[in-house]
């Protein structure tokens, strides 16, 4: 039975489109409490004095909590402690919190959440990336040794100024990409308690449940081992869930809930207040090229708006930076980058990790490149296109699958590049205008060199006969889990609607990694598969024992059974699991992902190895009179190796279209000296189902040897295409280009009439 590279039904389908499945805002207990937060509302100032007293004496509250009930270090995050899980010296952002409160229901915790109330002493603030890095600039972190650096890169190869010499055309120009929202369905939610040995459990929204408790237990004075998380499958994430959101203060609440679990879940308005946001990014490009459209050298200046903390803007911002020649021969690189703090919404991991910023910008100045030049903007970037053997931008020689020349000439080939002159010149609407766009993007997989990428996978066949896969990699809906029971089902030849699966538990799942990077499936799916191939010798080399035969080769495994060929003897699974120990019925063990070696000096973290390609075109059109982009059809064409579940590959590249073109079109998640002007999904606009045209996905036909069935990540890639294929759509349709997204209808029709 061969299962891998068809379309299996995801194991949670049925449940979750019946509403069966409990995410984790479903949990409800008669003895809940409620906790929420009282937030701070201002950007930047001192705090003096928070009042607690009047909040306390409303009956059915059971505690209000401030900084001074924090037995630990007070402060959380994953790369620098900053955050504080309640303010104490200073409020750095509007979405601070500043008092716990937990109490019988909802209706009377939000009367004591406007019961306290707080002194402080208004600060000026920094709300700029550049001025951030100005002179005598406001500091957000005082205790940062860097003033308002968070993280600073710079990556050089070849001669820049020499190369930049030797150039026939140089294009600069400056472009800016927005904050964006997650805008996940179920927003952050969680329930603790202390289990019955005084260990805190929590149940709880994240990306990162054996992470987590590295942020929690010191934040909150606790020995590591007392804390355990559980995950279910969650309401979606998209890298807003990647560290601690709530669990922090969902642990502070257990701890003084006298017994009793509390649970949390922010309404909309919270979450769009105190989460993490897509860094907003200022990008200035200088590329140069021969008159024969043979790029030399690239020069750009990257700042990255990391708001109030640190978080993983740094990291967003360098793999921004790696990224920042895109998919292109060039032997003369400088790069700069600087993530700074600033008081505006803190920044963190949003799909795509940095790459839709920097692609936005890159290819931009391909197409601005080729007209200068006047060149195909598809020929310039074929003359250009990496392919294995080359050398990108940060010098990492391509020594693994590499199919991004394969995506442009599938794109060349394609119907809807073919007749695009021809669909151009068919408008019998002199008020509506059309164009066409292009654009190539890579993204790397798994985490930089010096993080090492592993997988820890587990496997058992229980007393009854069921294989049970052990997941430690959250599903944020993207349907790994499932696919990890397709992988195991292939090995061991069994249906997979007949295995079990165990979702994310510290303490009974492996540590896994974080469910990023676009690494879930590829690192923790070569380790399942390593696993998988120990249980089958293991079930093989006892049943041999049990009907006494001469041969392995004899025996085929089937659903639920061995079959033993020459004495066509039956043994259910079950029977043979009676004749294994505890121990024996487990099988773990563990992959890493490769790396490039030697190089970790090059960017900070090191570059990686192992990249997934694409190429995607678009057609516009533009109502010159109300300045509506209306797409009219798409075309994504992928590099992502084998492909082992085709359903599933397909919902990440449409999922991923659609979040890019609210990236391109609508999302501008606004603030004003740090105020918040988007507070709910009134103001913070995203695609519907009406803005999404129908999308054509083609996967080129790669092999990826190091990933399990020859795959590779899929669920970043396509992030990042909408956006610059849409720009340079809309340039073609109205001749004019547009530097700052979202492209707007007001911003269209500027240009459109300029007067």
Same mark, same amino acid.
């Given at each position: 039975?061969?299962?891998?590279?068809?379309? #299996?039904?995801?194991?949670?389908?049925?449940?979750?489109?019946?509403?069966?499945?409990?995410?984790?805002?479903?949990?409800?207990?008669?003895?809940?409490?409620?906790?929420?937060?009282? $937030?701070?509302?201002?950007?930047?100032?001192?705090?003096?004095?928070?009042?607690?007293?009047?909040?306390?004496?409303?009956?059915?509250?059971?505690?209000?909590?401030?900084?001074?009930?924090?037995?630990?270090?007070? $402060?959380?995050?994953?790369?620098?402690?900053?955050?504080?899980?309640?303010?104490?010296?200073?409020?750095?952002?509007?979405?601070?919190?500043?008092?716990?409160?937990?109490?019988?229901?909802?209706?009377?915790?939000?009367?004591?959440?406007?019961?306290?109330?707080? =002194?402080?002493?208004?600060?000026? @603030?920094?709300?700029?990336?550049?001025?951030?890095?100005?002179?005598?600039?406001? !500091?957000?972190?005082?205790?940062?040794?860097?003033?308002?650096?968070?993280?600073?890169?710079?990556?050089?190869?070849?001669?820049?100024?020499?190369?930049?010499?030797?150039?026939?055309?140089?294009?600069?120009?400056?472009?800016?990409?927005?904050?964006?929202?997650?805008?996940?369905?179920?927003?952050?939610?969680?329930?603790?308690?202390?289990?019955?040995?005084? $260990?805190?459990? !929590?149940?709880?929204?994240?990306?990162?449940?054996?992470?987590?408790?590295?942020?929690?237990?010191?934040?909150?004075?606790?020995?590591?081992?007392?804390?355990? #998380?559980?995950?279910?499958?969650?309401?979606?994430?998209?890298?807003?869930?990647?560290?601690?959101?709530?669990?922090?203060?969902?642990?502070?609440?257990?701890?003084?809930?006298?017994?009793?679990?509390?649970?949390?879940?922010?309404?909309?308005?919270?979450?769009?207040?105190?989460?993490?946001?897509?860094?907003?990014?200022?990008?200035?490009?200088?590329? @140069?090229?021969?008159?024969? @459209?043979? #790029?030399?050298?690239?020069?750009?200046?990257?700042?990255?708006?990391?708001?109030?903390?640190?978080?993983?803007?740094?990291?967003?911002?360098?793999?921004?930076?790696?990224?920042?020649?895109?998919?292109?021969?060039?032997?003369?690189?400088?790069?700069?980058?600087?993530?700074?703090?600033?008081?505006?919404?803190?920044?963190?991991?949003?799909?795509?990790?940095?790459?839709?910023?920097?692609?936005?910008?890159?290819?931009?100045?391909?197409?601005?490149?080729?007209?200068?030049? $006047?060149?195909?903007?598809?020929?310039?970037?074929?003359?250009?296109?990496?392919?294995? @053997?080359?050398?990108?931008?940060?010098?990492?020689?391509?020594?693994?699958?590499?199919?991004?020349?394969?995506?442009?000439?599938?794109?060349?080939?394609?119907?809807?590049?073919?007749?695009?002159?021809?669909?151009?010149?068919?408008?019998?609407?002199?008020?509506?205008?059309?164009?066409?766009?292009?654009?190539?993007?890579?993204?790397?997989?798994?985490?930089?060199?010096?993080?090492?990428?592993?997988?820890?996978?587990?496997?058992?066949?229980?007393? =009854?006969?069921?294989?049970?896969?052990?997941?430690?990699?959250?599903?944020?809906?993207?349907?790994?889990?499932?696919?990890?029971?397709?992988?195991?089902?292939?090995?061991?030849?069994?249906?997979?609607?007949?295995?079990?699966?165990?979702?994310?538990?510290?303490?009974?799942?492996?540590?896994?990694?974080?469910?990023?990077?676009?690494?879930?499936?590829?690192?923790?799916?070569?380790?399942?598969?390593?696993?998988?191939?120990?249980?089958?010798?293991?079930?093989?080399?006892?049943?041999?024992?049990?009907?006494?035969?001469?041969?392995?080769?004899?025996?085929?495994?089937?659903?639920?059974?061995?079959?033993?060929?020459?004495?066509?003897?039956?043994?259910?699974?079950?029977?043979?699991?009676?004749?294994?120990?505890?121990?024996?019925?487990?099988?773990?063990?563990?992959?890493?992902?490769?790396?490039?070696?030697?190089?970790?000096?090059?960017?900070?973290?090191?570059?990686?190895?192992?990249?997934?390609?694409?190429?995607?075109?678009?057609?516009?059109?533009?109502?010159?009179?109300?300045?509506?982009?209306?797409?009219?059809?798409?075309?994504?064409?992928?590099?992502?190796?084998?492909?082992?579940?085709?359903?599933?590959?397909?919902?990440?590249?449409?999922?991923?279209?659609?979040?890019?073109?609210?990236?391109?079109?609508?999302?501008?998640?606004?603030?004003?000296?740090?105020?918040?002007?988007?507070?709910?999904?009134?103001?913070?606009?995203?695609?519907?189902?009406?803005?999404?045209?129908?999308?054509?996905?083609?996967?080129?036909?790669?092999?990826? =040897?190091?990933?399990?069935?020859?795959?590779?990540?899929?669920? =970043?890639?396509?992030?990042?295409?909408?956006?610059?294929?849409?720009?340079?759509?809309?340039?073609?349709?109205?001749?004019?280009?547009?530097?700052?997204?979202?492209?707007?209808?007001?911003?269209?029709?500027?240009?459109?009439?300029?007067?």
């Amino acid at each position: 039975m061969t299962i891998i590279g068809k379309t #299996i039904p995801r194991k949670d389908a049925i449940t979750k489109v019946t509403g069966q499945e409990k995410y984790t805002a479903d949990y409800y207990g008669d003895d809940f409490l409620w906790a929420a937060v009282k $937030r701070a509302g201002i950007p930047h100032a001192r705090l003096i004095n928070i009042n607690t007293e009047a909040a306390k004496n409303i009956p059915g509250v059971t505690a209000v909590l401030t900084h001074k009930d924090v037995a630990g270090t007070n $402060r959380y995050g994953v790369i620098k402690k900053d955050e504080p899980v309640l303010a104490d010296k200073k409020i750095y952002h509007c979405g601070d919190a500043i008092a716990l409160v937990i109490a019988e229901d909802k209706k009377v915790l939000r009367h004591a959440i406007e019961a306290v109330t707080f =002194e402080y002493e208004a600060l000026p @603030g920094v709300f700029d990336p550049e001025d951030a890095l100005g002179d005598n600039p406001v !500091i957000v972190h005082e205790e940062n040794d860097s003033a308002n650096i968070i993280r600073y890169v710079t990556v050089k190869t070849g001669h820049p100024e020499s190369g930049f010499t030797a150039c026939d055309i140089v294009i600069e120009s400056i472009f800016e990409v927005p904050r964006q929202e997650h805008v996940y369905l179920e927003t952050e939610a969680g329930w603790a308690y202390l289990d019955e040995k005084g $260990r805190l459990v !929590i149940v709880a929204t994240t990306q990162t449940p054996f992470r987590d408790r590295f942020e929690i237990a010191p934040a909150l004075g606790l020995d590591i081992e007392k804390i355990r #998380i559980l995950v279910p499958y969650l309401g979606g994430a998209f890298g807003g869930k990647d560290g601690v959101t709530i669990q922090c203060l969902l642990g502070l609440a257990a701890l003084n809930s006298g017994g009793r679990p509390v649970k949390m879940w922010l309404d909309r308005n919270e979450s769009l207040l105190s989460s993490v946001k897509r860094l907003p990014a200022r990008m200035y490009y200088r590329l @140069g090229a021969k008159r024969d @459209g043979t #790029i030399c050298a690239l020069d750009c200046k990257l700042y990255f708006d990391g708001g109030a903390y640190a978080n993983l803007g740094g990291e967003v911002m360098t793999l921004a930076a790696e990224h920042a020649g895109s998919v292109y021969r060039i032997p003369h690189v400088s790069i700069n980058g600087w993530c700074v703090y600033t008081n505006n919404p803190p920044g963190g991991p949003f799909r795509g990790f940095g790459v839709p910023q920097i692609t936005a910008a890159m290819e931009q100045v391909i197409d601005m490149l080729a007209e200068k030049i $006047r060149i195909d903007p598809l020929e310039i970037r074929s003359k250009n296109i990496l392919r294995k @053997g080359d050398a990108n931008c940060v010098g990492v020689t391509l020594t693994q699958s590499t199919g991004a020349e394969q995506c442009l000439e599938t794109l060349s080939g394609h119907r809807l590049w073919k007749n695009k002159d021809r669909w151009k010149a068919s408008s019998k609407n002199p008020l509506k205008k059309r164009g066409v766009g292009i654009a190539c993007m890579a993204h790397a997989m798994g985490y930089p060199p010096v993080v090492p990428d592993t997988a820890s996978a587990k496997i058992e066949l229980t007393e =009854e006969g069921k294989i049970k896969v052990y997941a430690g990699v959250v599903d944020m809906g993207q349907g790994n889990v499932s696919t990890y029971l397709q992988i195991a089902g292939e090995i061991l030849n069994q249906d997979v609607d007949a295995m079990e699966l165990v979702l994310p538990d510290t303490d009974r799942t492996l540590p896994s990694g974080s469910s990023s990077a676009s690494r879930t499936t590829y690192t923790y799916g070569n380790a399942l598969i390593k696993a998988t191939n120990e249980l089958k010798k293991r079930i093989l080399k006892k049943a041999l024992s049990m009907v006494q035969g001469s041969s392995v080769s004899h025996l085929k495994l089937v659903s639920g059974a061995v079959i033993h060929g020459p004495s066509n003897t039956i043994l259910p699974l079950a029977m043979i699991s009676k004749h294994f120990d505890k121990a024996e019925r487990f099988c773990i063990d563990d992959f890493t992902m490769p790396i490039v070696k030697g190089m970790n000096d090059v960017i900070y973290m090191g570059p990686h190895l192992i990249y997934s390609y694409g190429a995607h075109l678009v057609y516009v059109e533009i109502d010159c009179i109300t300045g509506e982009i209306e797409l009219k059809d798409y075309l994504a064409i992928t590099d992502v190796g084998g492909i082992i579940n085709p359903q599933v590959l397909e919902q990440q590249i449409q999922g991923a279209i659609a979040q890019g073109i609210g990236y391109a079109l609508f999302e501008d998640y606004k603030t004003d000296k740090g105020i918040h002007l988007t507070g709910d999904l009134s103001t913070y606009i995203i695609p519907t189902s009406m803005d999404v045209p129908d999308v054509s996905s083609i996967n080129i036909d790669s092999v990826e =040897e190091t990933g399990p069935f020859g795959m590779k990540g899929a669920g =970043e890639i396509a992030m990042s295409g909408p956006l610059p294929a849409i720009a340079n759509a809309i340039y073609d349709a109205c001749g004019a280009r547009i530097s700052s997204a979202p492209f707007t209808a007001e911003k269209i029709l500027k240009i459109i009439n300029p007067a």
